[in-house]
């Protein structure tokens, strides 16, 4: 069981897994059976929001479901590994415990937030926020591990046996989170929590043996610092102690088998169950204070004019700030500064744009979030410090990936919507339905091509510098820069690459406030003419184009605003995009799910005929069929290689044998008788070490030149080679007939002789 926070209703579930919804104020307690969810581990409201309850279950698993709709209809934690077993809460941020896993959730996103370092070895009793922050984990073997929200990489260890406490049953805190009450055997320990050090200790009467259950009674004005203590005794009864007085109170109707009880957070009501099953609710005051005002019976009359509840507030002053933040007010605020005040930027974006805060179809989308490839490939290439920023990037890249698939061929998605959710980083939802909108009005268009850069509207940006600057599109054409040099890599980033971040903001408050998707193209336009200088003497002197367009510039947002808007009014209707695209920003919608996305321009043959894992089939075969063309070519290329070589040797051996053959023909044909023998044999030995010099450097000289020059033209290997042995061929007859000249030279001088 478990009360709301305004104290206007109560919750509970049965043995059977039926779930009650009590309303509290009126004369009888009004009972509703909203249905059967099974036996939960821990029921409490959200005290984000009312109307949403969190159950958990056995198998780990955590729902957020919103009372009064579809049981069907709810978002589920997953991260526990064992059934959670407590639950509590500190401002955005919600804690639960199992055995052996601590996490704690962000509950304006529902993604985990952080899973603490806990000591595996030992059982998880309890753990629990404090109402400043605190973050305690209650050990089996009475140790308790300790974290600040803000200080979660630094924990403190405490041993509770140094104060004489054991076997601690269960522990709290007060209202304002100063002092920590743990109940154990035979008596109550206060710590205070500002340094873990022992306040007081209260030792329970004889008849009880131990406090299984706490839980403090707020009273109007002591600020938080409860002084009144419920507790389960051994004996299961309820029993009452003053912990400033250290005294034991009494109660005047006595409460006995009791089971488990609970009090409202401003201690109005107490509910318990008995041991025979049955739900009791009273006032408190009837058991703290003999001079009840309610009857004897304890029955709940009325006993104040109730006021709106929490969420109808909202919703009144959201209503008023919709028409208090309309264009005929925001228009002249935005003329005489420039620009939007900081603290209310996203006030202001998402009342122009009217974002829905549709919570329903955001939890549809992020309770089906698996981290997938593209945001862990995302968070690799682009490393931020700030782990907050990465991480809501990850879940805002998965939760788009969720609602159009397709998008997951978008490189350019991490870069384009970055800076956006920086001006929305503190609310997740409306950072999403941001970027919806984004995508959905100024990004029309842009995925009929895809994934190559969208064709048609880089070209509606050529004609647009046509007509404007034709000098400047003319140096474009003669350098060879195309509009996905200059046009394209502003429109990926929303031109934030080449804007500071204040001048970035100041151009998107006029773009968003003028709501003409259009006017974003003109403004791509506009840098290019503001910097056409520096852009010609860039090219002239051969620089480098496209780090130009991806770094930061000295223009004024508001310089190129005044000429975007100055292009928009002088270009033809004929070259205006408001032919192609709609000037009409479409909205989200309040209930049910998001728009799709792209479906009418994506290419038809994929969004038909192929899904995202055809997409990703088709890749593997791509990268497969590249790897198998990488190995038949170095295996083409050994093989040339060894034939070049085999047919180099197999022509050396031929021209050698032709040689060594000629040469023996006319050494035959020699007078050796007219030479002395003595000279016969130097002349052969010279003329025989000549004839191997000479053919191992032919050789080598060959075979190094045939080689290198088959191997260095593969394309036309047949014909080239062809030609370069046939010259070969021609120079090595010429060095044979120069060397048989030579010999018929020495046979004449000998004949001379």
């Known amino acids: 069981m478990s009360f709301d926070h305004d104290e206007e209703s109560l919750i509970v579930v049965d043995t059977k897994g039926y779930l009650y919804y009590i309303e509290l104020p009126g004369d009888v307690p009004c009972c509703k059976i909203l249905g059967k969810i099974g036996r939960p581990t821990f029921l409490a409201f959200n005290p984000m929001c009312t109307e949403e309850i969190l159950i958990g279950f056995d198998t780990g698993d955590i729902k957020v479901w919103k009372l009064h709709t579809d049981m069907k209809e709810f978002c589920l934690l997953s991260g526990h590994k064992l059934p959670p077993t407590h ?244 228009m002249p605020i935005l003329k005489e500064f420039g620009e939007y005040p900081e603290k209310y930027r996203t006030i202001i974006w998402s009342t122009i744009l009217k974002l829905p805060a549709n919570k329903s179809a955001y939890v549809a989308l992020a309770s089906k979030v698996t981290r997938g490839r593209f945001a862990l490939n995302t968070l690799k290439s682009l490393p931020l410090a700030d782990k907050s920023k990465a991480s809501l990037l990850a879940m805002t890249l998965d939760c788009l990936l969720q609602w159009c698939p397709l998008l997951i061929q978008s490189l350019f998605l991490p870069n384009f919507i970055f800076p956006f959710l920086m001006v929305f980083q503190k609310d997740p939802l409306l950072a999403f339905e941001l970027i919806l909108s984004i995508l959905l009005n100024y990004c029309q268009k842009w995925f009929e091509y895809h994934p190559l850069p969208p064709l048609n509207i880089l070209g509606i940006c050529e004609n647009i510098l046509l007509e404007t600057d034709p000098i400047l599109l003319n140096i474009f054409c003669e350098r060879g820069i195309t509009s996905r040099e200059y046009a394209w890599p502003l429109l990926q980033t929303a031109m934030s690459e080449v804007l500071s971040g204040d001048e970035w903001l100041f151009l998107w408050d006029h773009l968003i406030s003028y709501q003409k998707p259009s006017l974003l193209l003109m403004c791509v336009i506009a840098y290019n003419i503001c910097l056409r200088d520096n852009v010609i003497s860039l090219i002239k002197s051969s620089g480098d184009v496209k780090a130009f367009y991806s770094t930061q510039s000295h223009i004024r947002a508001k310089d190129l605003l005044k000429i975007a808007r100055k292009i928009d009014q002088k270009i033809s209707k004929r070259v205006h995009p408001n032919r192609y695209l709609r000037d009409k920003l479409s909205q989200l919608n309040h209930s049910g799910p998001y728009p799709s996305f792209i479906s009418q321009e994506y290419p038809k043959f994929l969004t038909e005929n192929l899904s995202i894992a055809d997409l990703e089939k088709l890749k593997m075969q791509e990268q497969n069929l590249q790897e198998y063309n990488r190995r038949i070519a170095d295996f083409e290329k050994r093989k040339l290689h060894a034939e070049t070589e085999a047919f180099a040797k197999q022509i050396h051996e031929t021209r050698l044998n032709e040689v060594q053959k000629c040469f023996q023909e006319h050494i035959s044909n020699l007078k050796w008788k007219l030479l002395p023998n003595a000279e016969k044999e130097k002349f052969c030995y010279h003329l025989y070490k000549d004839l191997d010099s000479l053919s191992e450097r032919k050789q080598e000289c060959n075979k190094c030149k045939v080689v290198e020059d088959i191997i260095s033209n593969l394309e036309d290997a047949n014909s080239k080679n062809y030609k370069k042995l046939q010259r070969d061929v021609t120079m090595l007859e010429y060095e044979v007939q120069s060397f048989l000249n030579s010999l018929k030279f020495h046979k004449s001088e000998m004949e001379i002789s």
């Open 87 to 330: 639950v509590s809460f500190y401002k955005h941020h919600c804690l639960t415990s199992s055995r052996n896993e601590v996490i704690i959730w962000d509950l304006k996103s529902y993604i985990k937030a952080h899973q603490l370092k806990v000591r595996v070895q030992n059982t998880i009793k309890k753990a629990a926020f404090s109402n400043v922050g605190h973050i305690v984990v209650l050990y089996h073997n009475d140790t308790m591990q300790v974290w600040t929200l803000r200080q979660l990489h630094k924990d403190t260890k405490i041993d509770t046996k140094i104060f004489g406490i054991h076997y601690i049953k269960d522990f709290i805190f007060t209202k304002d989170g100063r002092a920590m009450i743990m109940g154990g055997i035979r008596n109550i320990s206060i710590l205070n929590t500002y340094d873990w050090s022992l306040l007081k200790k209260l030792c329970l009467p004889n008849n009880f043996v131990e406090a299984k259950q706490l839980s403090v009674i707020p009273c109007p004005l002591e600020g938080g610092a409860n002084k009144i203590l419920a507790f389960l005794s051994s004996k299961c009864t309820l029993q009452l102690c003053d912990i400033s007085a250290l005294t034991f109170l009494e109660i005047p109707i006595p409460i006995g088998r009791i089971k488990k009880f609970v009090i409202s957070s401003t201690g109005r009501y107490i509910a318990y169950i008995d041991q025979e099953g049955c739900l009791n609710v009273m006032y408190t005051d009837k058991i703290i204070s003999k001079k009840c005002p309610q009857p004897d019976n304890g029955l709940l009359k009325p006993y104040r004019v109730h006021a709106h509840k929490i969420n109808d507030h909202l919703e009144c002053v959201r209503q008023s700030m919709k028409q208090e933040l309309n264009m005929k007010r925001l």
